[in-house]
């Protein structure tokens, strides 16, 4: 999972809470990407960042928000708004355009975050 | 739109025998061409990739990979399968900062 760190590995919420899935690289890396895996359906991009202070929205962003304030560090927040948000979620990287790499991403090992 | 497909929601092999997965894609120019594999409750580690040049790729663990160019078809191949090889494998393309990934497909090798 080379380089990228999730935090926590296993993750319970209560309906109607906020929570805050953490993703750190020390790759510097400049681009940032998260995802959700459900059963069966493969990856989805929630929301991925180019550059620092800056971000766009995936396919499946309601219920979503994030921030990227530092190059290394791309925190993801599941909110109330989000239906079913019970699913594993996985952050990843990859260098800037123009660079040797651009087009591998790297993963981290993921979150599993189960609503109660 | 562009996609990738892998038809295979699962894959059954017995140990000791080639094993074949399938990917296809519809992404518009020269994409760059990708395999992952998951193991449970783990990310995605990379495989291997294609991006020009002879159209099989070797990557980690013995695997490799045929690109296709007319039948727009990337098929991650193993000529001996183990047991260890049980996981979820992803195909993805990559063309213009843009990446693709496949539903995955599940392996699973008998002894």
């Known amino acids: 999972d080379g380089g990228i760190t999730q935090s926590p590995k296993y993750l319970f919420r209560k309906e109607g809470q906020n929570v805050t899935l953490s993703c750190e690289q020390n790759?510097?890396?400049?681009?940032m990407y998260w995802y959700r895996q459900d059963p069966g359906q493969g990856l989805r991009l929630i929301y991925y960042?180019?550059?620092?202070?800056?971000?766009q929205k995936g396919d499946i962003a309601e219920g979503y928000s994030v921030s990227r304030e530092k190059k290394e560090s791309f925190p993801l927040t599941v909110t109330s708004a989000q239906k079913n948000p019970t699913a594993f979620y996985l952050c990843?990287?990859?260098?800037?355009?123009?660079?040797?790499?651009?087009?591998?991403?790297?993963f981290g090992p993921g979150t599993r975050l189960t609503v109660l | 739109a562009q996609s990738v497909a892998q038809p295979e929601d699962q894959v059954n092999v017995a140990e000791g025998n080639p094993l074949t997965v399938k990917c296809t894609y519809s992404?518009?120019?020269?994409?760059?061409l990708f395999w992952y594999v998951q193991y449970p409750n783990r990310g995605l580690q990379f495989l291997l990739k294609y991006i020009t040049g002879d159209n099989l790729v070797k990557g980690s663990y013995g695997f490799e990979a045929e690109f296709n160019k007319s039948q727009t078809s990337f098929h991650l191949k193993k000529p001996s399968a183990l047991v260890s090889d049980s996981a979820l494998y992803f195909c993805g393309a990559y063309n213009f900062n843009k990446f693709y990934f496949g539903s995955g497909t599940k392996l699973n090798v008998k002894p």
């Open positions: 992404v518009s120019g020269n994409p760059y």
């Open positions: 960042s180019q550059i620092v202070n800056d971000f």
């Open positions: 990843a990287s990859n260098e800037a355009m123009g660079g040797p790499n651009t087009d591998t991403q790297y």
């Open positions: 790759l510097n890396h400049d681009a």
